[in-house]
């Protein structure tokens, strides 16, 4: 009996993707419509290291239409829906920049992050509710455009505990 | 984000306001009676064909005037209007204009909403809220516009021509396609519009191989007629090869030398850049084409010649039809579109193949009383939208069974249409219907209550390991789906792309589960849903590969939030009512196209890439362990079956949409595909978000590869 709890905590445990400490994300356009688009360009990349409950984020942006106003860890009610405001970023630059922070993660924050709820996203001159934002995902290598990988490669409610349930 | 959450809370607030109180005091608008009169004029040469002349809308396409107008548009500034036509429209051509155009078609659409022109003219910089100067009452000569038949030429709209059976065909020799040859097709021929009766997809011939499709060429390429959406495949049969154009055109080729057999313009002439032809039908000695008017022929498969037509819905109403076309046990079987809540709902209904005549109709919404009825609440029948079918169905000869999937309900949200969570059956539903009674077998919902655009209209793949009998299909949800197609029971669910509108599924009966905050929507607020309306996956379908039991899928990576409108039950015509934002999926690193294969007997993946450009045609597998897949981006790609890898590219004149086929004539092989323009989310949306991404504006067009003729 304990053998087979032994196996079959095994098989769970293997069947279950590893939760990196690392994330990462690209920054990328809001959501927007055409009348928002010209004020919502840009580029940028996001890195995170989490250390207990100790998170730090780095990372950069270029190309804002306008001066970055803000940078901001925001979480919502899964991957890809927004939601309030979190923890404030150190901005530097204007249209091209970088941003950092360090905190101690409450645990509330800390569950919202492991599900992939947490975001960063960037505020302009132009887009004060929001010009490029990412998701911090599990680090994850992209393997480059056209090139295939073994199985459905990385897809985020299936590579991060808890989005999603087999009833 | 909080001002973000605040400026969407009052701007519902405004929304809400304006939808319940309607007209409001209005000032003097920021344009002047000369700038409207001459956007009149530019609006009907650039918009009109697609938003109608009076501005009404139709389909997608969304009305410039009225109330849903001013629900979208009336809390938002004049300027941000003009900045999202600028960038986005004429559709297909976006930015094409100059500014005074744009300023001068801004200035008449305010008109048309009853904005009064001032003295002061539009140059785009105007903040004036749109509800302040327009009440979104439409002047009468706006409204019913007199007819101008000389005066458009909007994007989509084809160029003029001559209509008619411009070339009479005198195929001597033609052998009759009978029901065996479709049970059973010669690899040699394409006869179905996907390849055979369980939408495979896949050829059966091997010349072209992984060993050697880099060496392929082109050998003969054809232009089609401009304007519309072309999005289709030809059929092949004995070296003819039959090719639907846009505006309702069909031609007969010899599938060796380009050369014309015979064309027959039916018409009418596309005026928008929708309604793809995406099949023709080949039975006896007759090709099929449901035109987009929602009219269906037989044609004489020698010489172009109509044998007989008919109406598969009343004319004159709008009715569209896009979904192509089946011929299944003697019946030419054909969907329905844009049936917009007015009466007759949506069907999918048989006629007679050698004589036209009307054998049954199977409606996909389910009135009040009848079985189904309830599942759409209260709403009252008249509201009752969707359910189109756009894409033809697949057949199984031995259960003589068709199977078709449906679209989503309309009005698109939950909280718009006012159903809840209810089926909203037959919406988003299989259909498993018999082909000589029409009787329905079975169905299963696959999304009840779909609240974002998600349809699950698309290919039923109809696959069997060993006794067991499975349909497969996959919609916008980017879930997998397999079925026991004798009786419609679920086996199993995969997704394939990231999607978070569902939060789990019961897997005993396939039953999704919303996340939360979706069942708490409310109208006028914006809800995040991935994949955005452009799916997951969309119309470009799939292939099976039997011998490696592999489906490879075009999968399509954006998001959106979406906005409902407050729509009042009364009878009338049913829009969609949503506004969309889109965004990039997270995990994607901004790459909109992914292809993926799946083993199908245990449904998992066993391959996928992506690239920054969408997948715009269907998968075409061979024997040859290779496919063919094209995109966004112009590119023509053969990949390895078993592995993915890219083995051959050709970079095409304008983006490659259609469905690749494959045919042989005198022991060699031959790969063909289209290129084409215009359609709806799939299209519309990396036009939009792909800025590095430039594609003529035109070049409709058909490529045949071969590979070279051996030296001597």
């Known amino acids: 009996m304990m053998r087979r709890f032994v196996l079959t905590a095994l098989t769970v445990l293997s069947a279950t993707p590893v939760l990196a400490d690392d994330y990462a994300t690209r920054l990328t356009a809001v959501a927007y419509d055409g009348a928002m688009r010209a004020n919502v360009q840009g580029d940028g990349h996001v890195s995170a290291t989490l250390d207990g409950r100790k998170l730090t984020v780095k990372g950069d942006f270029s190309a804002l239409p306008s001066a970055a106003t803000g940078a901001r860890l925001y979480s919502g009610a899964g991957i890809g829906v927004p939601g309030p405001a979190l923890l ?72 991060v505990p808890g989005n999603w349930t087999e009833k | 984000m909080r001002a973000l959450a605040t400026l969407i809370v009052t701007a519902a607030v405004t929304a ?101 022109p001032g003295t002061k003219a539009f140059d785009g910089t105007s903040t004036a809220r749109i509800s302040a100067i ?90 089609m007629n401009e304007g519309g959406q072309n999005s289709t495949g030809p059929t092949v049969h004995d070296g003819i090869m039959f090719l639907a154009n846009t505006s309702n055109t069909v031609q007969a080729l010899d599938a060796v030398t380009g050369e014309l057999l015979w064309e027959n313009r039916l018409g009418p002439v596309a005026t928008r850049a929708y309604s793809a032809l995406r099949s023709l039908a080949v039975f006896e000695d007759k090709v099929y084409i449901n035109a987009t008017d929602a009219r269906l022929y037989a044609l004489d498969a020698k010489t172009g010649k109509a044998v007989w037509q008919t109406d598969i819905a009343p004319p004159g109403k709008g009715f569209n039809e896009t979904g192509g076309v089946i011929v299944a046990h003697g019946k030419v079987i054909v969907g329905l579109t844009l049936c917009r809540g007015q009466m007759p709902h949506c069907y999918i209904s048989a006629y007679d193949a050698r004589t036209g005549k009307r054998a049954w109709a199977f409606t996909t919404i389910a009135d009040k009383g009848t079985p189904g009825g309830d599942t759409w609440g209260d709403v009252p029948n ?19 069974i068709t199977y078709w999937g449906t679209a989503q309900a309309k009005p698109w949200m939950q909280s718009s249409r006012r159903s809840g969570t209810a089926a909203t ?24 209550g779909e609240t974002f655009d998600l349809d699950e209209v698309f290919e039923r793949v109809l696959i069997d390991h060993g006794a067991q009998k499975t349909l497969m299909t996959i919609g916008k949800a ?21 999607q978070n509108v569902y939060d789990g599924i019961n897997k005993k009966t396939g039953e999704l589960s919303f996340r939360p905050d979706v069942l708490k929507q409310k109208t006028n607020t914006w809800i995040s849903a991935c994949p955005s309306a452009a799916g997951g996956h969309d119309w470009p379908p799939t292939s099976y590969d039997q011998k490696h039991d592999l489906m490879l899928i075009p999968l399509d990576q954006s998001c959106n939030l979406m906005l409902g409108h407050d729509v009042a039950q009364h009878t009338g015509v049913v829009n969609p009512e949503g506004e969309e934002r889109v965004f990039f999926m997270p995990g994607t690193d901004g790459n909109m196209g992914r292809l993926a294969a799946y083993r199908t007997a245990d449904m998992k993946p066993v391959w996928s890439f992506q690239q920054r450009s969408p997948f715009l045609t269907g998968v075409l597998s061979t024997d040859g362990n290779v496919a063919f897949v094209g995109d966004y981006d112009r590119v023509f790609r053969a990949v390895q079956t078993t592995t993915g890898k890219t083995l051959w590219t050709v970079r095409l004149p304008t983006t490659v949409q259609g469905n690749p086929v494959s045919f042989s004539v005198k022991g060699k092989q031959y790969i063909a595909i289209t290129t084409g323009l215009g359609g709806g989310s799939p299209f519309s949306k990396p036009s939009g978000m792909l800025g590095e991404v430039h594609n003529p504006d035109h070049g409709h067009a058909l490529y045949v590869f071969a590979l070279p003729e051996k030296l001597n």
């Open chain 2, 134 to 223: 327009a009440t979104g009452q439409v002047p009468a000569d706006i409204a019913n516009p007199p007819q101008r038949p000389n005066a458009e030429s909007a994007a989509g709209r084809a160029p003029a021509m001559k209509l008619g059976h411009t070339l009479v065909g005198n195929i001597k020799e033609y052998r009759p396609v009978t029901e065996e040859m479709l049970v059973h097709p010669d690899p040699n021929d394409w006869l179905i519009y996907r390849g055979n009766y369980q939408a495979w997809s896949h050829s059966g011939l091997s010349q072209i191989n992984d060993g050697n499709v880099e060496q392929l060429q082109l050998k003969w390429s054809w232009a």
């Open chain 2, 16 to 116: 809400g306001f304006w939808a319940v109180n309607g007209a409001a005091q209005t000032s003097e608008g920021p344009f002047t009676q000369a700038q409207a009169q001459a956007g009149r004029t530019a609006y009907a040469a650039n918009c009109g064909g697609c938003h109608q002349q009076n501005l009404s809308g139709s389909g997608d396409q969304v009305p410039l005037a009225g109330t849903t107008f001013m629900a979208s548009w009336g809390r938002r500034p004049v300027k941000e209007f003009y900045d999202d036509i600028r960038a986005n429209m004429p559709y297909g051509r976006a930015g094409s204009l100059d500014a005074v155009t744009y300023q001068n078609i801004t200035a008449f659409i305010l008109s048309a909403n009853g904005a009064k």
């Open chain 1, 88 to 159: 404030d970023l150190e901005l530097t630059g204007q249209t091209d920049g970088a941003f950092q922070g360090s905190f101690t993660l409450t645990a509330t924050q800390l569950a919202a992050l492991k599900r992939g709820h947490v975001y960063v996203q960037i505020n302009s001159q132009k887009a004060p509710e929001g010009n490029l934002w990412g998701w911090l995902l599990p680090a994850h290598p992209f393997a480059g455009p056209n090139v295939p990988v073994e199985g459905h490669g990385f897809i985020p409610q299936l590579d």
């Open chain 2, 425 to 448: 059956l037959y919406a988003n539903s299989t259909l498993a219907l018999d082909v000589d009674t029409g009787k329905l077998k079975w169905y299963f919902s696959h999304a009840p």
């Open chain 2, 478 to 498: 980017g879930i997998l789906w397999k079925l026991d197609r004798t009786n419609g029971k679920f086996l199993d669910a995969r997704q394939t792309v990231f």
């Open chain 2, 382 to 400: 008249d509201m009752r939208a969707g359910g189109e079918t756009w894409i033809a169905g697949t057949y199984d000869p031995e259960l003589n």
